[in-house]
Antibody
Framework: EVQLVESGGTLVKPGRSLRLSCAAS????????MAWVRQAPGQGLEWVSS????????SYADSVKGRFTISRDNAKNSLYLQMDSLRADDTAMYYC??????????WGQGTLVIVSS | DIQMTQSPSSLSASVGDRVTITCRAS??????LGWFQQKPGKAPKRLIY???SLQSGVPSRFSGSGSGTEFTLTISSLQPEDFATYYC?????????FGQGTKVEIK
């Protein structure tokens, strides 16, 4: 069974950093593109970043470019999102997703990030 | 960036009704579109990929169609468990963009 379990979300002050993790199991992690998608409270879905299986293609939403860094460790079946210079509008539930058939086909349950002083 | 315009933003329907939701892309995206269902407090769930392919395990009352700039999600006979918010997503070009969502409520 495919499982994606996010962790690392917490309350953090503006300007600080946070690293989210996503532990994957039940599939061959190294062969899939992975993505982060977020959802601010009461709002719609926003794609944040994607990373290809072989690391050769990484992309970011303009809203996080230069502040967030996506990475993966295929040996540990893990996906990461390093978030620096956090702002209040980064407050959201962050979902990790496995991409297949072109779009996010399996999603984790999410980890909540609250940026507030 | 490609804009995805989803309509309607909300609708009220009864169990058994046929429901159609539309997404229009600001430029052609071929068949690079997915449809997602989200219930309150839950992660999104993909229903349709590549515009018209049914995700494994998803009931056949859900169907998708379209290509290029206009896409539809149809629920042939609305069931109680289908009351949720639905989103489209284009993945033709980065940045990927979602529609603003359609909330399907009980009439």
């Amino acid at each position: 069974e495919v499982q994606l379990v996010e962790s690392g979300g917490t309350l953090v002050k503006p300007g600080r950093s946070l690293r989210l993790s996503c532990a994957a199991s039940g599939f061959t992690f190294s062969t899939f593109t992975m993505a982060w998608v977020r959802q601010a409270p009461g709002q719609g879905l926003e794609w944040v970043s994607s990373i290809s299986s072989s690391f050769n293609y990484i992309s970011y939403a303009d809203s996080v470019k230069g502040r967030f860094t996506i990475s993966r460790d295929n040996a540990k079946n893990s996906l990461y999102l390093q978030m620096d210079s956090l702002r209040a509008d980064d407050t959201a539930m962050y979902y990790c997703a496995r991409v297949f058939g072109g779009s996010p086909g399996h999603w984790g349950q999410g980890t909540l990030v609250i940026v507030s002083s | 960036d490609i804009q995805m315009t989803q309509s309607p933003s909300s609708l009220s329907a009864s169990v058994g009704d046929r429901v159609t939701i539309t997404c229009r892309a600001s430029q052609g995206i071929k068949y690079d579109l997915g449809w997602f269902q989200q219930k309150p407090g839950k992660a999104p769930k993909r229903l349709i990929y590549a515009a018209s392919s049914l995700q494994s395990g998803v009931p056949s009352r859900f169907s998708g169609s379209g290509s290029g700039t206009e896409f539809t999600l149809t629920i042939s006979s609305l069931q109680p468990e289908d009351f949720a918010t639905y989103y489209c997503l284009q993945h033709n070009t980065y940045p990927w963009t979602f529609g603003q969502g359609t909330k399907v409520e009980i009439k």
